[in-house]
T-cell receptor
């Protein structure tokens, strides 16, 4: 069965600093990988996705993620965070015959002024 | 921009009562998903519809949960009777087609509190 691990429950970053959120997955074949953001009272919004091809993918809001097969990782990065980036971030994996996504437990991002 | 609609946004109910949630997907989206998100966790798939048919309900607690999408458009998720452990956010998502290559668009969710 596929699974996703987000090792960091909370991360605090100063505004303007760089950000990296970690995601490790367990999956037998090449996975479909996603990062979603959830702000309070909001639904999940897709930031970016990886299916195949270039392992560095660009998303919305200045985010990017890199797929590393050897490390089973799909870490999310942003060079300079803004206060509005404070939210819950979820990594997810899809495929394997199931259409639904398997989500990690999420990382809560706190932005310090 | 089209959005997935859900109602109610918040629901408080006593245990052993029945409760129902409604979802209206983006127009033209054939695939509809219901997820449950317990506080501090990621969403977990409960049921998937393709048009009016259930494709995957392997994680749906069928003794108390039921879901329907009678005309292949909007959908209702019901819990009867509700238990304390059902307190969670219930998220609906829709996509043009089935499979992970189709982007899933999420609604704002219904937050259920069972007392």
């Amino acid at each position: 069965a596929q699974s996703v691990t987000q090792p960091d429950i909370h991360i605090t970053v100063s505004e303007g600093a760089s950000l990296e959120l970690r995601c490790n997955y367990s999956y037998g074949a090449t996975p479909y990988l996603f990062w979603y953001v959830q702000s309070p009272g909001q639904g999940l919004q897709l930031l970016l996705k990886y299916f195949s091809g270039d392992t560095l993918v660009q998303g919305i809001k200045g985010f990017e993620a890199e797929f590393k097969r050897s490390q089973s990782s799909f870490n999310l990065r942003k060079p300079s965070v803004h206060w509005s980036d404070a939210a819950e971030y979820f990594c997810a994996v899809g495929g394997g015959g199931a259409d639904g996504l398997t989500f990690g437990k999420g990382t809560h991002l706190i932005i310090q002024p | 921009e089209a959005e997935v609609a859900q109602s109610p946004r918040y629901k408080i109910t006593e245990k052993s009562q029945a409760v129902a949630f409604w979802c209206d997907p983006i127009s033209g989206h054939a695939t509809l998903y219901w997820y449950r998100q317990i506080l501090g966790q990621g969403p977990e798939l409960l049921v998937q519809f393709q048009d009016e048919s259930v494709v995957d309900d392997s994680q749906l607690p069928k003794d108390r949960f039921s879901a329907e999408r009678l005309k292949g458009v909007d959908s209702t998720l019901k819990i009867q009777p509700a238990e304390l452990g059902d307190s969670a956010m219930y998220l609906c998502a829709s996509s043009l087609g089935s499979g992970p290559s189709y982007e899933q668009y999420f609604g704002p969710g219904t937050r259920l509190t069972v007392t």
